[in-house]
Nanobody, 115 residues
Framework: QVQLVESGGGLVQAGGSLRLSCAVSGSMFMINRMGWYRQAPGKQRELVASITRGGSIDYVDSVKGRFTISMNNFKNTAYLQMNSLKPDDTAVYYC?????????WGQGTQVTVSS
């Protein structure tokens, strides 16, 4: 059974940095795509960044130049380096992976940015 374990969230002051990790286990197949999503209170979940096995990367405009997504194919782990954090980045961050045609979600990790 595929499992995703996220880590790295926490409380940080505005301007600070955090690095999120998403470790995937239980898959016999390679991961096609990994993405980081976030959901703030009262808002819809949004895609923050995504990366494909081929290296194609996308970011939502609000994080461009501040966040960096990466993936270690051998370790089946994805990372989200978040720099210059703003209070608006406060949300629960979720990792999603696509294996063949099935999506799997992590449990989420809280990121809180204080002003």
């Amino acid at each position: 059974q595929v499992q995703l374990v996220e880590s790295g969230g926490g409380l940080v002051q505005a301007g600070g940095s955090l690095r999120l990790s998403c470790a995937v286990s239980g898959s016999m197949f390679m991961i096609n795509r990994m993405g980081w999503y976030r959901q703030a209170p009262g808002k819809q979940r949004e895609l923050v960044a995504s990366i494909t096995r081929g290296g194609s990367i996308d970011y939502v405009d609000s994080v461009k130049g501040r966040f960096t997504i990466s993936m270690n194919n051998f370790k089946n782990t994805a990372y989200l380096q978040m720099n210059s954090l703003k209070p608006d980045d406060t949300a629960v961050y979720y990792c999603k992976v696509t294996i063949i045609v099935t999506d799997y979600w992590g449990q989420g990790t809280q990121v809180t940015v204080s002003s």
